[in-house]
């Protein structure tokens, strides 16, 4: 496995896995996005949702392991990457760092993927966690969908979301093209509808989040 270890090791190796994991990261933000989208419809529609996905539990589970591993790659090589890079040019950084093949969006991943990683802890520690272990919701039936009210109540709980998930279209928007770079998709031709396509996502993900906690702490009369 010395091989393994080694090749995932190298620059190429690191991206690659960057590359394959924040792939993996991205199609799980589309079906997330969708499943939310069921609180649009009341407490039945989110809570039947939440029901379903309960059936498949097992299934979830392995799910959430492969995800747990995925993230845990992603953040470890990406924090590799942005260390290699700052050490292999520490003085010119400025200067080099504004060429012509870096973005603002592109410079800013390490700062942008470091908030959505705190938005995520805390996200697990409310959402996951009540949903998952705090027996609450089970003993109710139809508690999942109070939950998501009751946080997004909270002004700074719902605010910190909606910055968070704004970050995080940010950090998609060059995720997503730096992805399909690595693995050689990145022809003359098709690489700018790459770069829009993953402009749009990025916007449709960063929106789409961010609906739910302003439309809960503003719009939300009750149900
Ligand atoms: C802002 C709107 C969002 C809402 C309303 C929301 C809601 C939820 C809920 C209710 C759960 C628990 C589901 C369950 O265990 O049955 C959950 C889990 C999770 N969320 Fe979110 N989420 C949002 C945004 C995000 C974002 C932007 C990310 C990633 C950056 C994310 C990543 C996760 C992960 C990794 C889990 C655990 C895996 C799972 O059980 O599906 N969520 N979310």
Known sequence: ??????????????????????????????????????????????????????????????????????????????????????????????????????TFFSRTMIQTGSIVFIFLVLHLATFWWLFNFSGEPHEKGDAYYAIVVEWFQIPWYAIFYVIAVILLGFHLNHGFQSAFQTFGWNHKKYFPFIQKLGTVYAVIMALGFASFPIYFLFFYGGN
């Not at 392991?65 to 950084?93: C, M, Q, S, T």
């Open 1 to 102: 496995m010395g091989w393994l270890s080694e090749a995932l090791g190298s620059s190429i190796g690191k991206k690659f896995v960057m590359g394959f994991t924040g792939i993996g990261l991205i199609l799980f933000l589309i079906f997330h996005l969708v499943g939310n989208f069921t609180l649009y419809g009341g407490p039945e529609a989110f809570n039947g949702y939440v029901h379903t996905l309960d059936i498949v539990k097992p299934i979830i589970r392995v799910i959430e392991v492969g995800l747990g591993l995925v993230f845990i790659f992603h953040i470890y090589n990406g924090i590799k990457l942005w260390w290699e890079n700052k050490k292999a040019r520490p003085n010119d950084y400025k200067i080099s760092a504004k060429s012509k093949n870096t």
